[in-house]
């Protein structure tokens, strides 16, 4: 069956613009996670969904970063006024309930020039 | 604050030669453990979970054991397709998210 499907696997954009990553999660996962990953450094957790709904924004770096979840499925990370220190890889994962183990996509990597 | 801790952070092996991984992990009411394996330029793939100290768990080659304060994953006889960066998370006491560790980087070599 389908995994998590990520998009774009790559995105260069220029210090200051805006950018869109998607995230397809499994169909009937119904809790969503996004983390980044820089080199050298461990999977830091951004948000959590549960549904529609975004119980645990915690992770989020600043007011920059957004995202949302429709229909309880696509999800879309959106950083604005991007920054170099954004360069990373952004992953996104899926899974059946909390409890359940994370399957992960390949990640979108950013970078920022 | 929950923390994870891998070592060793890179591990070169010859092919066949067995050694063992670490993540250590201080944690309220632990919640569980995951390993999960990841290859270059890809995601995280699970490999295993651990609830409880003493459970075990194998995979070809893979074997994951867990006490209270640390689990091991025990690669035995490796090949160069176990090449890749072993991921160490709990979950974080009162979330619903996983913490990670840094991973340990193995490589087999032929």
């Known amino acids: 069956g389908a995994g998590v499907s990520q998009s774009p696997s790559n995105k260069v954009t220029e210090k200051g613009k805006d950018v869109e990553l998607r995230c397809d999660p499994i169909?009937?996962?119904?809790?969503l996670y996004w983390y980044r990953q820089s080199l050298g450094q461990g999977l830091e957790f951004l948000i959590y969904?549960?549904?529609?709904?975004?119980?645990?924004k915690s992770g989020l770096p600043s007011d920059r970063f957004s995202a949302e979840r429709t229909g309880g499925s696509v999800s879309t990370l959106t950083i604005q006024r991007t920054q170099q220190e954004d360069s990373a890889v952004y992953l996104c994962?899926?899974?059946?309930?909390?409890?359940?183990?994370?399957?992960f996509g390949n990640g979108t990597r950013l970078t920022v020039t | 604050e929950d923390q994870v801790t891998q070592s060793p952070e890179a591990l070169r092996l010859q092919e066949g030669e067995s050694s063992s991984l670490n993540c250590s992990y201080t944690?309220?009411?632990?919640?569980?453990l995951f390993w999960y394996r990841q290859d270059p330029g890809k995601g995280p793939e699970f490999l295993f979970t651990l609830y409880s100290a003493g459970e075990e768990k194998e995979k070809e080659r893979l074997k994951a054991t867990l006490t209270k304060k640390e689990s091991f994953l025990h690669i035995t006889a490796p090949k160069p397709e176990d090449s890749a960066t072993y991921l160490c998370?709990?979950?974080?006491?009162?979330?619903?998210?996983?913490?990670f560790g840094k991973g340990n980087q193995v490589v087999v070599i032929p």
């Open positions: 944690v309220s009411g632990l919640r569980g």
């Open positions: 998370a709990v979950p974080v006491y009162g979330n619903n998210r996983l913490a």
């Open positions: 169909s009937g996962h119904t809790a």
């Open positions: 994962a899926s899974s059946l309930d909390p409890n359940s183990p994370l399957h």
């Open positions: 969904f549960q549904g529609n709904s975004a119980p645990d």
